[in-house]
């Protein structure tokens, strides 16, 4: 195949990738999308295929290792339950990165293969453009393993802050830069492997400051660089499609890190900085002082939702948790038979990645339209007489619209103190991550009740 | 002069990075977590350098380091490519609208 005619078929992949995302712009025509994308992808590899044409005994192995990869995600994909999304796309991006690093790699190796040179004569621009594609691949690799074992819960999802973190990255991003100055002064393979390795150090060291409630922030950010990773080895094997598709990737994962921070009223370096958990909550807890608050049982709550005409359900990432989803769902649908309205608020960073909590409700047949995002539905509760809170906590606490002191100050937040009566099921009086007390509790329409998300929704559900 | 092969990928690069821009702002936020794994799914394009990097080996030795490398690149990126779509189908197929006659 013509080298023309396949980079074509490249650019028609790279425009259906486009298409892919454009479908994602409402759920009708999503899964049109999604097939665009899968179209895309058939396209970019069997061409690349055809492309190379004389098949050295290679093929088999190509053949087999493409298999034995397809066969290890479909299992996964079919597994792994919704609760898990995040852990999943945090593992999906470490093998975005550890794939560009390999890649980069082998062309720095094989750069014939490639059209880029001889060992030790590889075109400069080339070699710029591997080197920022393995610097980033390995950065994303191993942040991203990092946040996956945060996730997960195998690593503590608490700040880890040491004396010079910062200097330390400083000095390692410059070095970075150093070191593709020599690589490409020396074309000595040595600074090429320094290079990666100093890259999975900085990734590693970026991400263990941060905490588990900034995930959402951390994913995004990582999303973002598994593109431009993807874009740098495209710019090394002059494929469009790669190009196009890192740009993309790049930008989208860029523009979700932005909309979780705003979400926190956070500035993006501030959350990458770190610590926050950690800081603020030796700062609060020294005026601690024992308020009382109201408590109730499932069936004081289910006698409050029996009476109302309208009810607003705000879930958390404790809903996640509790895997209460489900029960939930029952709970709305005996309301509903009560011809009681019910709809669901959901706060941008309410989960532990942008939508978390979108796909865990339609996961539950919960129908997207009843679904709605802070500023649609914020003025709503104001009219609304029950809140039932159920896994969530800072994001309703109104001490962000009140008290400048707070570090959550200016946060933007549910409206749910507006309701006639807020219903907060909660484990404990504990604070948020956020380490300040929410001052929803001591409310005098608020009823706390104290148990497990799951079994009180479905103690609820006796009651109604 | 003539202009280098490099600032045409450019202009793509940063032409693409304004669609993704914007085709990204016009997504529905419910549908961000899927938006998340498709963008892995597509990344994983990057299959296309493991693939050239696999077949480029001589017929006496299929088996350099940047042949393997090339190999052990393709199953990651095809764990992603499947493993991504897949989930993504699975995800998108739960959103279903409130039925009209209940």
Redesign the interface.
């Known amino acids: 195949m013509s080298a023309n005619l396949s980079a074509i078929f490249?650019l028609v992949?790279?425009v259906l990738?486009?298409l892919?995302?454009?479908g994602?712009?409402?759920?009708e025509t999503?899964?049109q999308?999604?097939f665009f994308?899968?179209l895309?992808?058939v396209i970019?590899?069997t061409?690349?295929?055809l492309s190379?044409g004389n098949?050295?005994?290679?093929?088999i192995?190509?053949l087999i290792?493409?298999?034995?990869?397809?066969?290890?995600?479909?299992f996964?994909?079919?597994k792994?339950p919704?609760t898990a999304?995040p852990e999943?796309?945090a593992g999906?991006?470490s093998?975005?990165g550890?794939?560009?690093v390999?890649?980069a790699?082998?062309?720095f190796?094989?750069p014939?293969?490639?059209n880029l040179g001889a060992p030790g004569a590889i075109k400069l621009?080339s070699l710029i453009e591997m080197s920022i594609g393995a610097a980033v691949g390995a950065i994303t690799f191993s942040g991203s393993i990092i946040a996956f074992l945060k996730l997960q819960g195998i690593m503590s999802g608490s700040p880890i802050t040491f004396k010079g973190q910062h200097f330390l990255n400083a000095l390692l991003l410059i070095s970075i830069i150093v070191l593709t100055y020599l690589l490409c002064s020396s074309q000595s393979p040595n600074f090429f492997w320094v290079l990666i390795a100093v890259s999975f150090l900085i990734g590693f060291l970026l991400i263990i400051p941060i905490g588990g409630a900034d995930m959402p922030v951390v994913?995004?950010m990582l999303?973002s660089y598994?593109?431009w990773?993807?874009?740098g080895?495209?710019?090394?094997?002059?494929?469009?499609?790669?190009?196009?598709?890192?740009?993309?990737?790049?930008?989208?994962?860029a523009?979700?890190s932005y909309?979780m921070c705003k979400g926190m009223n956070r500035s993006f370096f501030n959350v990458i900085l770190g610590g926050f958990g950690a800081t603020e909550q030796s700062a609060s807890t020294g005026n601690k002082e024992q308020r009382p608050v109201k408590s109730g049982n499932a069936e004081d709550a289910a006698f409050l939702m029996k009476n109302a005409s309208s009810v607003i359900i705000v879930p958390g990432y404790g809903m996640a948790v509790a895997q209460a989803q489900h029960a939930l769902r029952e709970m709305v649908d005996t309301l509903k038979k009560n011809d009681i309205k019910v709809t669901y608020a959901?706060h941008?960073v309410a989960g532990r990645?942008?939508?978390?909590m979108?796909?865990l409700l339609?996961?539950a047949?919960v129908?997207?339209?009843?679904?709605f995002?802070l500023e649609e539905i914020n003025n709503d509760f104001a009219n609304a007489d029950v809140a039932f809170v159920i896994g969530a906590n800072d994001v309703t606490n109104p001490v962000a619209k009140t008290d400048p002191q707070s570090p959550i100050y200016g946060m933007p937040v549910l409206d749910v103190e507006k309701c006639k009566s807020v219903l907060f099921v909660k484990r404990s009086l504990s604070p948020g991550y956020a380490g300040i007390d929410n001052e929803l509790f001591y409310k005098d329409n608020t009823l706390m009740l104290f148990a497990d998300a799951k079994k009180m929704t479905e103690d609820i559900t006796k009651n109604l | 002069m003539e202009i280098d092969?490099?600032i045409f990928?450019l202009s793509?690069?940063?032409l693409?990075?304004f669609?993704?821009?914007y085709?990204?702002?016009?997504?529905?936020?419910?549908?961000?977590?899927?938006?998340?794994?498709?963008?892995?799914?597509?990344?994983?394009?990057?299959?296309?350098?493991?693939?050239?990097?696999?077949?480029?080996?001589?017929?006496d030795n299929?088996f350099?380091?940047?042949?393997i490398?090339?190999?052990?690149?393709?199953?990651?990126?095809?764990?992603?490519?499947?493993?991504?779509?897949?989930?993504?189908?699975?995800?998108?197929?739960?959103?279903?609208?409130?039925?009209k006659d209940k």
């Open positions: 490249y992949s790279g990738f486009i892919a995302l454009r994602l712009s409402s759920p999503s899964r999308g999604n994308g899968i895309g992808m970019a590899i061409v690349t295929f190379v098949f050295s005994s290679g093929l192995y190509v290792f493409l298999l034995v990869g397809g066969l290890i995600g479909a996964i994909a079919y792994i919704m999304m999943l796309v999906f991006h093998l975005v550890l794939s560009a390999f890649v790699i082998s062309a190796l094989n014939e293969a490639f621009a994913i995004s999303n598994s593109g990773a993807a874009a080895i495209g710019f090394t094997l002059e494929n469009s499609a790669l190009i196009i598709t890192g740009a993309l990737v790049g930008s989208s994962g523009i979700l909309i959901i941008p990645m942008p939508g978390h979108n796909v339609a996961e047949n129908p997207y339209d009843e679904v995002e | 092969p490099f990928r793509i690069f940063i693409s990075i669609i993704g821009y085709v990204v702002w016009s997504v529905t936020p419910s549908l961000h977590t899927p938006l998340m794994s498709v963008t892995n799914a597509i990344s994983s394009v990057i299959i296309v350098g493991a693939i050239i990097a696999g077949l480029a080996g001589s017929e299929v350099t380091i940047s042949n490398l090339g190999f052990l690149a393709i199953s990651l990126a095809a764990i992603n490519i499947f493993g991504g779509f897949l989930v993504t189908q699975r995800m998108l197929q739960m959103y279903k609208k409130r039925k």
